[in-house]
């Protein structure tokens, strides 16, 4: 265990991907699209932080986690949807395998770099979860707590997916479209769904929706409430799920990183192409 | 040093590369020569541990590229036919991503980084962003980023590809120069005279199998045992032809204008009897040249320009 945390995390030179985020996001030379990006994240905390000091009891920490949960949503697939499609588009790909590191490596790196910024995000939104707590009549810390844990789970959980997906694709783009179609489709439509499918059953139901995090980060709004209430399957429970899905999509990119790699590519399709 | 013993690669039932073996010394550089699809790109990726050679191996400095392939990425520095650039970074942001991912400490990145831009002639665009660089810098670039990390064995496929002239000419520079700096240097091209230039060791591929390895002269020699020599003469006439074909060695002699065609074949001595019988004769020699055959007149000789 400690020999993996060492290869993969404490001794990993693709961690130099977290500077990599940095700059593709946060410096003078960071691309047009992504300075807008930052500038709108910039405008809705800022926004929301008005919103806080404004409205104040009217705004709930637990909608706040459910804001944070949604950009998380939206902006892991953005960030990570070219970590390995983005790679192979522009032929950088093959420059990464024939540098020192092995494929588990370039995965966690890439993973590691997007957890980075997921963590300065996730510090930066307590800011507006503590402020609206004072707001609060009466707030339940380790109810937050846990909901922070299960919102950030899910981002990393959605963020694996992300580089699963874009490990099995040569277009970052298709990537992207990939993972919020995905996303769309078990954050929406399957919930839909099964409300409708599941009927009255409570526990169908609780099952059905244990991978929407958003059921659980509603409690508490009264939404949800009555299908959330069984607290022995929600909150950490929850979490550790995401957790172990996370580590098996990254398992799995780092076992499907051959796909449309080059041994495939370059196979000539007629004899006459073989070789070079 | 680089031991290449019988490579070999199957696609299915396509042999890419057939047994390949070669040998090569620190400071050699070598021309890897075949047509498109003769199986240059594919051995080169097994020795940059890209692919798995179906049988066969290459050893780089007592490292083999099936058991130890991260000591032998460790040691290569690869340049494939495409550039492969991060088009939003700068010059020495590109740089300094591979010098970490190739482990340089962080406080020798910036000496090593400025090192590889000056011998690669790119200090000045060290701030410049990698998309505002032409095609010749970029591969400039390219070859900095093989750099980083001082390797033993640079692989450089096709890396003159796309070049003007002036930025062939200046990539060519910066290669014998690598091989002065004692790196094994295996360049592929299809621009056979400018490799004949600079590659002290050359290589012809076809099908997958290498049908001649060696030095360019030897390959050359070996390939044309009979040469043709120029003799410029004062007094050109029949006398001059029939003193020379009592030589031993001379197969043939035509008279082609001022000048006598003599097609030869025998040891240097025997060569030496020419120039001699020509002056004792009088016949006022003003010049004796060989004829150069070149890499691709043997090139085209040996190959029939068929793949797999």
């Known amino acids: 265990m400690m020999q993996h945390y060492r290869r993969l995390v404490k001794e990993n030179p693709m961690k130099i991907e977290i500077s990599r985020f940095q700059r593709r996001y946060f410096s003078a030379s960071a691309p047009m699209a992504n300075r807008v990006m930052v500038l709108l994240v910039l405008t809705t905390y800022i926004g929301l932080c008005m919103l806080v000091l404004v409205f104040g009891e009217a705004v709930t920490p637990n909608g706040i986690i459910l804001i944070q949960t949604t950009l998380f949503c939206a902006f892991g697939p953005m960030m990570l949807h070219g970590a390995v499609a983005g790679e192979r588009e522009r032929r950088s790909w093959e420059l990464l395998l024939v540098a020192p590191v092995t494929k588990g490596q370039i995965v966690a790196g890439k993973f590691i770099g997007a957890m980075a910024l997921l963590a300065a995000g996730a510090v930066a939104m307590l800011v507006p979860v503590v402020l609206s707590t004072f707001y609060q009549k009466q707030v339940d810390v380790t109810n937050l707590l846990i909901k922070e844990i299960v919102s950030i789970s899910f981002c990393m959980l959605i963020c694996s997916w992300t580089i699963f997906i874009s490990s099995r694709v040569i277009r970052p783009l298709m990537a992207l479209g990939v993972t919020l179609g995905t996303e769309f489709v078990f954050l929406g439509v399957v919930p839909s769904f099964a409300w409708s499918l599941a009927g009255s059953d409570p526990i169908s139901r609780i099952f059905i929706l244990y991978l929407n995090p958003f059921d659980v980060l509603q409690k508490g709004s009264g939404a949800l409430e009555a299908f959330s209430n069984n607290s022995d399957f929600y909150g950490i429970p929850q979490s550790c799920v995401y957790l172990i899905l996370t580590i098996l999509f990254l398992i799995y990119a780092e076992k499907t990183l051959h796909f449309a790699d080059n041994d495939v590519k370059f196979l000539p399709k007629r004899s006459e192409d073989a070789g070079s | ?308």
């Open chain 2, 1 to 308: 040093m680089l031991e290449v013993k019988k490579l070999r690669k199957e696609y299915g039932g396509l042999t890419a590369v057939n047994g390949v073996s070669f040998e090569l010394q620190p400071g050699d550089i070598f021309g890897f020569i075949g047509s498109n699809g003769a199986g240059k790109t594919t051995t080169i990726r097994m020795i940059s541990t890209l692919l798995e050679p179906t049988s066969g191996t290459a050893i780089l400095n007592g490292h083999d590229v099936r058991k130890d392939p991260m000591a032998i990425r460790r040691s290569i520095g690869y340049m494939p036919d495409f550039f492969g650039l991060y088009d939003d970074v700068k010059v020495w942001e590109y740089l300094d991503f591979f010098a970490a991912l190739y482990e340089v400490p962080a406080r020798e990145r910036n000496g090593v980084i400025d090192n590889v831009l000056e011998l690669t002639d790119l200090t000045v665009k060290r701030d410049a962003f990698v998309q505002s660089l032409s095609r010749g810098m970029q591969q400039r670039l390219c070859l900095a980023r093989c750099l980083v990390h001082d390797p033993a064995l640079l692989l450089l496929d096709e890396p003159a590809s796309g070049l003007d002239p002036r930025a062939r000419s200046e990539l060519k520079e910066l290669i014998v120069e690598l091989g002065r700096m004692g790196k094994i240097v295996i360049v592929s091209s299809h621009i056979l005279p400018e490799l004949a230039d600079f590659c002290n060791t050359v290589g012809i591929i076809e099908r997958g199998e290498m049908l001649a390895f060696g030095g360019v002269s030897e390959i050359v020699r070996s390939m044309q045992p009979v040469r043709a020599f120029t003799a410029t003469l004062l007094r050109n006439g029949a006398g001059a032809i029939s003193t020379l074909q009592r030589l031993s060695g001379v197969l043939k002699v035509e008279s082609i204008e001022s000048d006598l065609r003599i097609e030869f074949e025998g040891s240097v001595e025997q060569q030496a009897e020419i120039a001699k019988a020509l002056v004792d004769g009088g016949f006022g020699l003003l010049g004796l040249r060989e004829e150069e055959t070149n890499l691709e007149d043997v090139f085209l000789k040996l190959t029939t320009g068929a793949v797999n």
